[in-house]
């Protein structure tokens, strides 16, 4: 069984994760609990896989950008599309 690596957000992402609407926030929990389950579950976000700890997660209305460390996620990046 895999490590559970809680989520922790830079205060841009977090604040541009609460700007986003309920809906949209809903999409992105699920999104980054399967995540925090399993780190590698989402794609890297290099596309010349030239650095594997960051990885993309992609909604029908969201995009957010992780970094797998020790332990945790750090979320760094989030854009509403």
């Given at each position: 069984m895999s490590e559970h690596h809680p989520a922790k957000f830079s205060?841009?992402?977090g604040q541009a994760i609460r700007s986003m609407p309920?809906?949209?926030r809903e999409q992105l929990r699920s999104a980054l609990e399967k995540a925090e389950?399993?780190?590698?579950?989402?794609?890297?976000?290099?596309?010349y896989d030239?650095?594997?700890t960051v990885r993309v997660?992609?909604?029908a209305?969201?995009?957010?950008?992780?970094?797998v460390l020790p332990g945790r996620?750090?979320?760094?990046?989030?854009?509403?599309?």
């Amino acid at each position: 069984m895999s490590e559970h690596h809680p989520a922790k957000f830079s205060s841009e992402a977090g604040q541009a994760i609460r700007s986003m609407p309920q809906h949209v926030r809903e999409q992105l929990r699920s999104a980054l609990e399967k995540a925090e389950a399993d780190p590698c579950s989402w794609p890297q976000a290099d596309r010349y896989d030239a650095d594997p700890t960051v990885r993309v997660v992609a909604t029908a209305d969201a995009i957010v950008h992780y970094a797998v460390l020790p332990g945790r996620l750090w979320v760094f990046a989030a854009l509403e599309l």
